[in-house]
């Protein structure tokens, strides 16, 4: 009995000496906000020029190469049969790829990918003003013409016209809703608003 309580000791000694001591430290993955929190600035263009710096890889859907990582965003997730990934470097349409990644999707299902400009033509009439897509949360920064998405897995199609402050001048915001669980179920919603008071 001796020897289990001397053990139990020397493990809990050993534990608290070796542990990491959290309490009153900050996390640098997550910021913790509340209503007295100082607004904090975010500049996106020095994290593009960050993520610019990674090399590329290619994607292929069932054989079909279909572009780069970004693709993955805007796919079904479930319909994913198996991926893998292959580390030679190849050429593409005159860009150079660092990797392939090779998706198979499950047999019953077909993803049609279609460029924004091509997804813009066929759903859309516009006028010649200029146009910032946005899907989901994400405002794309990229060639419209070569950012592909799969069609089949948008769920909603927002155009907002936006004024600028120059007399005259809009811009097309097109914000692309996907088919994610969390998107389906905010689009099933019911909201009723009460009167104005």
């Known amino acids: 009995m001796k020897k289990i309580i001397f053990v139990l000791t020397l493990l809990l000694l050993t534990f608290n000496s070796f542990s990491q001591n959290i309490i009153d430290k900050k996390s640098a993955a997550k910021a913790n906000y509340s209503e007295n929190s100082k607004i904090k600035v975010i500049y996106n263009d020095s994290l593009n020029k960050f993520h610019s710096k990674k090399k590329p890889a290619g994607i292929f859907f069932n054989g079909t190469f279909v572009g780069d990582q970004r693709v ?29 990644i090779l998706v198979k999707m499950k047999s019953d299902y077909k993803p049609n990918f279609i460029s924004l400009k091509e997804l813009t033509s066929k759903y859309l009439t516009l006028n010649t003003s200029p146009i910032i897509y946005q899907i989901d949360e994400n ?59």
């Open 72 to 100: 993955l965003n805007v796919i079904n997730p479930k319909k994913i049969e198996s991926l893998n990934i292959e580390k030679e470097k190849f050429e593409k349409n005159g860009k150079e790829y660092y990797g392939k």
């Open 139 to 197: 405002v794309i920064n990229q060639d419209y013409n070569e950012y592909s998405v799969d069609e089949n897995f948008i769920l909603k199609i927002i155009l907002s016209k936006i004024k600028t402050s120059e007399k005259n001048n809009e811009i097309n915001l097109i914000k692309l809703i996907t088919k994610t669980p969390e998107n389906i179920k905010k689009a099933n919603e019911i909201r009723i608003k009460g009167p104005e008071k």
